[in-house]
């Protein structure tokens, strides 16, 4: 647990963003989780994106399942309507709330047991329908409330901190993912900022379902010697596909080509992603390409990072959906009810 | 010979098909008949589950004096499927009827001694007739509807104008149909003159009312009470439900302009998503509901006990059926209203509603919309497969256009400006309602954190037993509030003084009534109430106070309104006498009638005759 107060008052002299916010703005309340946590420089991470991003805070909606992981929408953005919703479920809920006002910018934040064992459905269920937010998955392997059992992203073989051995294969969350249908998959290392930030404006801007899944250690039941989602073990084994910069917009681009092997995906808002591939051969716009690469580096025991995925010109529900682009629950009955008129002709038909 | 059935608008007929023969539109021809003849009919489906190949039944009660309750008995069985032959002979009413497909002589012991046979080379007139195997199949259906109308009196000019109806814009299916109906009617004319005493006359006992199924007026009430978010995963009886919505909403809610729709349907992967996508929608604003059944909500508990803590409001149609699993499923009972009421962990308890017919149906779910956002809460609208997939006489749908939505106590972006003071869980106006924001309201105020119990009346985060113990207090109070606001319970009296009471609710109305009137010829008189809700206002508790005995008519085993009332309504348990249906099939009146004579039999109670009435 983090113990020191935030102050309320926030320095004059703080930067603020185009619309008119300070960093601080995006903050929420103090965490809960413990010292280290990896969960917290994710919180930080959204802080940092969000507000780089120039979106106002109460535009974003903030939903989540059960877990360590789920209880952060609290720590950051204290002026979004945030939910706490049941263990495995978010997605849904999500989807639901995201039908009914299309304008608000939608986060649903995760853990590997809410996502990958009790929601593994649910979290396969919003890949397939192209709801249009940002899933962040903070993955640490391991059911950290309930005190150190093993989830279902643990990998085979790896050391529980009582000691047991998992005997289970894992689920790869990036792997199913790809075969659901999410148009932007990437994965991170909550301990890489100057990577997860930009991944995330990315996953914001992107017009479809961005899923990031970050592995986070957990100091208290997962950062020992034997497991594979240690800060150590990450830091060791951590291989990047590419370095990312995110553009806003196209206007916003300052011409600046280092050598060979940078990519420009032109986002469907006119923000523009510019990828710095670290592997040659890594087209992050085929699907295929992306599948094998993070299957063989899983082979090697190496965990790729970067943005393995993106569909930039994806749809999303709504618009497979062909609904109306006003909010639906700002629809009354003169929007939405036929009439007595109708009705007569429907009883009429009914004889 | 037994005497024959003779009957005027009065009787029951019987159709045993084949699933998948193509039986149902050429059944419903048949029923649809009487109406447009003045005379009312009440047709149930009995169905397997299974697409084709076993045994289906359609039974239409022809009744004048409108009793729509399922009657008991068959007069006239029209036998098309040899493999139920000796279960269906069996259930005729003795001196009542037989029509079978003589094509292949049957012997003497496959019939009944005290039944008429009527039949009719029906196999015989299609290879005639017919090339195509499935036509000769489909055409079999039509011909004995020919024959049927012939027998029994329906003008053929009736038949002719249901025809030109179903098949308008289809000219290559009109005229071939036509031919058929002509084809038995004119073989019966000529060779089966009087072998039916079972007769129709013109009437005029219809009226202005609709013939419709509840599932379908169940959707168009989502469609008036403004849903927009419709999820839900495909259970019998359910599913043509939300397979309505689709269809009105196709007609009604697609923007003239624009093409684009103004409703969002998903068919989602289990209940627990499609609950989760209702709650989900209900938390933002946007009117939302799912249509399931038993074990639909089973999986749901878990979403409906947050969405209670939480006050969300979302719809549940429940269309009930017999239990888990499958087989049962496609027969009707009564029997999710503990599961309903009490549904999910802690201490829960939800509003339910009990629509009697069609008509209810479309006005409860459209109240439900608005009570659940009055409310913040979860709604059960508790119907049945007796209502849900059988077309049903009932009142025409109503609407009025001065009827505004209750969006509930929702904060705006300007009284929060204003400073208004803002607690999510917190009583303002003594209601045990509180107010609520939608996500993205105002950048600096009205923002809160959703959690189910743990929490203070500013939804700030609390696991302080004080706060817990307000909040579960005010949701009490809430409940009390719901009281005043669901449908009242609607009392029939007896003509006569009555010491009994009796409380039903849901699809059983129309036996109920039927049941009220032949105890009354059997001198044993009831005040009858319809309970149309719970929880339960204090007229129920009075009802039960002011009679000796109150009967409690269920179509379950376990008598669960009963228990409710008892646990809920805190009435006295000795005073309640429950007559209970519960095989799958729509509860009669007969069996109403019997249960209760028997029960006042035994407790020695002196029927009041008429003329002794004090």
Redesign the interface.
């Known amino acids: 647990m983090t113990y020191l107060a935030k102050p309320k008052l926030h320095h004059p002299s703080l930067q603020k963003n185009k619309v008119g916010y300070t960093r601080r703005d995006y903050e929420g ?1 103090v965490s809960t989780l413990c010292a280290g946590c990896g969960h917290d420089s994710i919180s930080a991470a959204l802080i940092q994106a969000f507000w780089e991003l120039d979106v ?4 974003v ?1 903030k ?1 989540s399942g059960i877990g360590c992981s789920s209880k952060t ?2 720590y950051f953005l ?9 263990h495995g ?1 978010m ?11 299309r ?2 910018i939608y986060l649903g934040v995760s853990g590997d047991g809410d996502s990958a064992s009790i929601g593994l ?2 979290f396969a ?1 919003v890949m397939r ?1 192209g709801v249009n937010m940002t899933y962040i998955l903070e993955n640490n392997g391991v059911y950290g409330l309930t005190k150190g059992q093993f989830s279902a992203t643990a990998d085979k073989g790896s050391k529980a901190k009582k000691g047991a051995i998992n005997t289970d294969a894992p689920v790869d969350t990036v792997s199913l993912a790809l075969i659901m249908g999410a148009s932007f998959v990437a994965r991170s290392f909550s301990g890489d900022k100057a990577q997860l930030v930009p991944l995330i404006k990315a996953a914001i801007a992107h017009g479809g379902t961005s899923f990031i899944d970050v592995i986070s250690p957990c100091v208290a039941f997962n950062n020992h010697s034997g497991s594979t989602k240690s800060y150590d073990y990450v830091r060791e084994h951590n291989e990047a596909v590419n370095r990312l910069d995110f553009w806003p917009s196209r206007d916003a681009i300052s011409i600046d080509y280092s050598e060979g092997g940078l990519i420009e995906v032109p986002q469907h808002d006119d923000s523009i992603l510019r990828l710095r591939k670290l592997d040659s051969d890594y087209d992050p716009t085929d699907r295929i390409t992306a599948m094998n690469h993070v299957a063989r580096a899983a082979e090697k025991g190496e965990v790729l990072t970067g943005l393995l995925y993106v569909h930039p010109e994806a749809e999303d ?2 618009a497979h ?5 006003a909010a ?2 700002r ?3 003169k ?6 008129g ?3 002709k ?2 009429a038909g ?2 | 010979m037994a005497k024959r059935i003779e009957a005027v608008n009065d009787f029951v007929v019987k159709f045993a098909n084949v699933n998948g023969s193509g039986s149902a539109s050429a059944n419903e021809l048949f029923a649809k008949s009487f109406l447009r003849m003045g005379i009312p009919v009440s047709p149930r489906n009995i169905f397997p589950s299974n697409i084709q190949g076993l045994p289906t039944w359609y039974e239409v009660r022809v009744t004048e004096r409108g009793w729509l309750g399922r009657r008991g008995g068959v007069d006239l069985m029209v036998a098309m499927n040899p493999q139920t032959w000796n279960q269906d002979v069996k259930e005729i009413e003795p001196g009542g009827y037989l029509f079978y497909d003589d094509t292949r002589p049957l012997p003497a012991s496959k019939f009944r001694p005290d039944i008429h046979v009527i039949g009719m080379p029906l196999t015989d007139m299609c290879n005639d007739n017919y090339t195509d195997s499935r036509e000769r199949q489909l055409f079999k259906n039509i011909i004995y509807v020919g024959a049927l109308a012939s027998m029994i009196g329906i003008e053929p000019g009736v038949i002719a104008e249901l025809i030109g109806e179903q098949y308008k814009g289809k000219e290559k299916l009109l005229k071939p149909n036509v031919n058929a109906f002509q084809l038995g009617y004119h073989y019966a004319q000529e060779k089966l003159k009087d072998a039916l005493g079972l007769k129709a006359r013109r009437a005029d006992a219809v009226g202005d009312r609709i013939f419709v199924d509840g599932n379908a007026a169940a959707a168009l009430g989502c469609v008036y009470g403004g849903a927009t978010v419709c999820a839900w995963y495909p259970i019998t009886p359910s599913s043509s439900l939300a397979e309505s919505f689709q269809r009105y909403c196709g007609r009604l809610r697609v923007d003239k302009d624009s093409g684009k729709h103004k409703y969002a349907i998903v068919q989602a992967e289990d209940e627990l998503a499609s609950i989760g996508i209702v709650v989900g929608a209900g938390w933002n604003g946007a009117r939302a509901f799912t249509a399931t059944s038993g074990p639909g909500v089973s999986l749901m508990t878990e979403f409906i006990g947050l969405a209670y803590f939480a006050e969300i409001p979302a719809v549940i149609i429940n269309v009930q059926r017999g239990g888990p699993s499958t087989g049962m499923p496609t027969r009707t009972q009564q029997s999710d209203v503990i599961a309903c009421a009490y549904a999910s962990h802690g201490d829960t308890k939800h509003v339910l509603l009990f629509p009697e017919d069609p008509h209810e149906c479309f006005e409860f779910a459209a109240q439900a919309l608005d009570l659940a956002e009055r409310l913040q809460t979860p709604v059960f609208v508790m119907t049945d497969l007796d209502i849900g997939m059988n077309q049903r006489l009932c009142k025409p749908f109503e609407w009025d256009d001065s009827r505004k939505y209750d969006r509930g106590k929702v904060m705006s972006a300007e009284e929060l400006e204003a400073g208004k003071d803002f607690g999510r869980y917190l009583d303002v106006d003594g209601d045990g309602i509180p107010y609520r924001t939608y996500p993205g309201t105002h950048a600096k105020r009205g923002a809160y954190f959703t959690r189910g119990t743990t929490k203070n009346a500013y939804a700030a985060y609390s696991e302080a037993g004080p706060d817990y113990v307000y909040n579960v207090q005010r949701l009490l109070k809430k409940f009390e509030t719901a009281k005043t606001l669901v449908p009242k319970a609607l009392l029939t009296a007896s003509k006569e003084p009555a010491r009994f009471g009796a409380i039903y609710y849901g699809s059983t109305g129309p036996a109920m009534h039927e049941a009220l009137e032949a105890l009354a010829a059997k001198g044993i008189f009831a005040n009858a109430l319809r309970v149309r809700a719970f929880p339960f206002q204090d007229e129920i508790f009075d009802f039960v106070q002011s009679h000796t005995k109150v009967f409690v008519i269920e179509q379950n085993r376990d008598a669960q309104l009963k228990t409710l009332l008892v646990n809920d309504a805190g009435i006295n348990p000795a005073n309640l006498i429950s007559v209970l249906h519960y095989d799958g099939t729509p509860i009669t009146a007969r069996f109403i009638t019997n249960e209760i004579s028997e029960i006042v039999t035994a407790l020695n109670v002196r029927p009041i005759k008429k003329d002794k009435a004090a």
């Open positions: 309340k106002e805070p109460h535009k909606a939903l929408p609290d204290g002026n979004s309507h945030g939910f706490n919703t049941v479920r997605p849904s809920v999500l989807t639901g709330a995201n039908l009914a006002n304008e608000l459905g649910q269920h329908r529900l709504h959906l062909n609904t109306y682009p639906f629950n629809l009354g009955e929007e939405l009810c036929p009439g007595a109708v009705l007569e429907i009883n009914l004889r």
